[in-house]
């Protein structure tokens, strides 16, 4: 595996590269989640880049940037033993200059839910996203469906950006308990690690009441919400694969999404119907 610091080195590197590129942007702090991320790319492209840069402009001044969990060297091995062919690992100072110019997320579908409590964060993802892909040129980028805001921000940055590059979804890993294995699970305290379970099964209380044929977004929400107390609710919401609201799940078109605050950390979940 070779590792890359540099943006422009790289990008001189990989316009030899006669073969599909798959590309696994990432921050870091690789767990499981990563691995099938990188699995999957491997099956579906001949040469692998994965990159590792925890973005500061998806953060907000308040926000955990500093403490964000970073284990540099058993993220290259796990890199090395997944078959990864080059680590792109670069500097804050090689990616962002002065009076940056960037790119811009929706009016509407880029500040509801995540984007609500944290309205700079998507500006800051798809800037990064896109300087990433200018950098890589990859045939296909993997993200996985646990962040299916910013999962479907990109999609629609590349839609409507005339992108070429493929965006592949990715299932959400969970560990044996059921809960979504995220970068922020390394936060939780065992106390904080039992109460976040009730994250993952408010969504199966979800599919609970769909299998008894209970559809009304309303009613699923409410007994989500109650079911979830007393953990700081950030949203519990039921939209259609497009994130506009729905009155009624409707199979093949729905997810429901969750995120709540344990202790000081955020956790999101997701269901895709
Ligand atoms: O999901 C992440 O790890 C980050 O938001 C991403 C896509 C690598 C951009 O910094």
């Known amino acids: 595996m070779k590792i890359i610091k540099n943006p422009k080195e790289l990008k001189i590197y990989l316009k030899k590269m006669p073969q599909s590129i798959g590309f696994v942007p990432t921050m870091g702090a690789l767990h499981e989640g990563h691995i099938s991320l990188i699995q999957k790319a491997k099956k579906e492209n001949e040469f692998i880049v994965v990159s590792i840069f925890v973005n500061p402009t998806q953060f907000a001044k308040n926000e955990d940037l500093s403490k964000y969990p970073n284990d540099t060297l058993r993220d290259e091995k796990i890199c090395e033993m997944s078959g990864v062919d080059v680590l792109f690992y670069p500097d804050a100072k090689d990616i962002y200059g002065e009076d940056e110019v960037s790119v811009l997320a929706p009016n509407v579908r880029g500040f509801v839910l995540e984007g609500y409590t944290r309205p700079s964060h998507f500006n800051g993802v798809l800037t990064v996203v896109m300087k990433l892909f200018n950098i890589v040129k990859p045939d296909r980028a993997y993200f996985g ?22 965006i592949i979804p990715v299932d959400t890993m969970r560990e044996s308990d059921g809960l979504a294995m995220s970068s922020r699970n390394v936060y939780l305290s065992k106390i904080q690690r039992e109460q976040s379970l009730k994250i993952s099964s408010s969504l199966n209380l979800a599919r609970g009441l769909i299998s008894k044929n209970i559809y009304d ?16 609710v950030y949203y519990v919401e039921v939209l259609d694969r497009e994130f506009h609201t729905i009155d009624s799940v409707e199979i093949g078109n729905t997810l429901i999404l969750v995120e709540v605050k344990v202790g000081d950390t955020r956790l999101l979940d997701n269901i895709w119907l």
Not at 151 to 161: G, P, S, T, Y
Not at 217 to 232: D, G, V
């Open 145 to 166: 469906k646990k962040d299916a805001q910013q999962l479907h921000l990109i999609q629609l940055m590349v839609k409507q950006l005339f992108m070429d590059v493929s």
């Open 217 to 232: 977004a309303k009613k699923i929400k409410q007994q989500m919400r109650q079911y979830l107390e007393p953990l700081e």
